[in-house]
């Protein structure tokens, strides 16, 4: 069973940063586009962020552009994504998912049934 572990959520005040992390194995790490979702106390899930394999191109959802930042290190099989200026609206459980077998250099992904593997989620939680 293949596993994506996210790590880095927690409380924090808005107007604050915070650091996710999702690593993966690195078999399915290497071939696949990566992507950021949240989902929100009664609200459906969504895309947050998604990046290339190659790393050239990447995603953001409007509710985060200039605030978020998603990169990738392919050497340490590891994806963060850097939130910066959070408020009260970005808390939600955070997934990292594996879109596998992407094109290098295609642009990623942005719907949630194109990936394949999902981590179990991180909480962010930001306080007014």
């Known amino acids: 069973q293949v596993q994506l572990v996210e790590s880095g959520g927690g409380l924090v005040q808005a107007g604050g940063s915070l650091r996710l992390s999702c690593t993966a194995p690195?078999?399915?790490?290497?071939?696949?586009?990566m992507a950021w979702f949240r989902q929100a106390p009664g609200k459906d899930r969504e895309i947050v962020a998604s990046i290339s394999r190659s790393v050239r191109n990447t995603w953001y959802a409007d509710s985060v552009k200039g605030r978020f930042t998603i990169s990738r290190d392919n050497a340490k099989n590891a994806m963060i994504l850097q939130m910066n200026s959070l408020n009260t609206e970005d808390t939600a459980v955070y997934y990292c998912?594996?879109?596998?077998?992407?094109?290098?250099?295609?642009?990623?992904?942005?719907?949630?049934?194109?990936?394949?593997?999902w981590g179990h989620g991180t909480q962010v939680t930001v306080s007014s």
């Open positions: 998912a594996a879109d596998v077998n992407a094109i290098l250099t295609a642009p990623p992904h942005t719907r949630d049934s194109e990936f394949d593997y």
């Open positions: 690195g078999r399915i790490f290497s071939r696949s586009s």
